[in-house]
């Protein structure tokens, strides 16, 4: 699928810098959902969480199409070569599906962190934390600005 024809909202801060695209919402966890058809929203990483998280080496989502998944319950993992991390949902509904051309080309993750890089879909509706690009913003300048502060004491 090629996203590169949306609006996106430039953001840089010290030494990190991304294009956020402005049609999807954000949650504080660094996730980010994009509505399709039908109720469906596809959820992913936000290149500050893969940031984070360093390469991706591998992922596993453990919950089955179908089923009744709440926002905040850990639905899989996510190892990088910085972190591991559980994946925890983001959105109220049924589970539709885990991206699987991610077990043949899991880099995507880092490369295309708001296209092809997804990690799951879900029929329902984000978790009510979950905000606009801008607010994003707000928050991504928050947390960095606690860790160049944390840096300061450490040093």
Same mark, same amino acid.
């Given at each position: ?34 509505? +399709? +058809?039908?109720? &469906?929203?596809?959820? *992913? ?7 984070? @998280?360093?390469? !991706? #080496?591998?992922?596993? $989502?453990? &919950? +089955?199409?179908? &089923? !009744? ?8 993992? !996510? ?7 559980? !994946? ?7 589970? &539709?599906?885990?991206? $699987?051309? @991610? ?5 995507? #993750? ?6 092809? *890089?997804? @990690? ?34 450490? +040093?």
């Amino acid at each position: 699928m090629n996203h590169s024809s949306q609006q996106t909202l430039h953001y840089k801060n010290s030494h990190f810098a991304t294009q956020l695209p402005i049609d999807y919402l954000y949650s504080p966890s660094h996730c980010w959902a994009a509505q +399709e +058809e039908d109720g &469906v929203w596809r959820i *992913g990483f936000t290149k500050f969480a893969t940031r984070m @998280l360093g390469e !991706i #080496v591998d992922y596993k $989502v453990e &919950v +089955e199409p179908r &089923v !009744i998944v709440c926002a905040g319950q850990p639905i899989g993992w !996510i190892e990088g070569f910085k972190a591991m991390s559980d !994946i925890f949902c983001i959105a109220n509904g049924e589970f &539709v599906q885990a991206n $699987v051309q @991610l077990h043949e080309q899991i880099d995507f #993750v880092n490369k295309s962190p708001y296209g092809d *890089g997804w @990690l799951y879909k879900i029929r329902g509706q984000p978790d009510m934390n979950c905000a606009d690009a801008q607010s994003y913003v707000k928050l991504l300048d928050q947390t960095i600005a606690r860790m160049l502060e944390k840096q300061h004491d450490q +040093e």
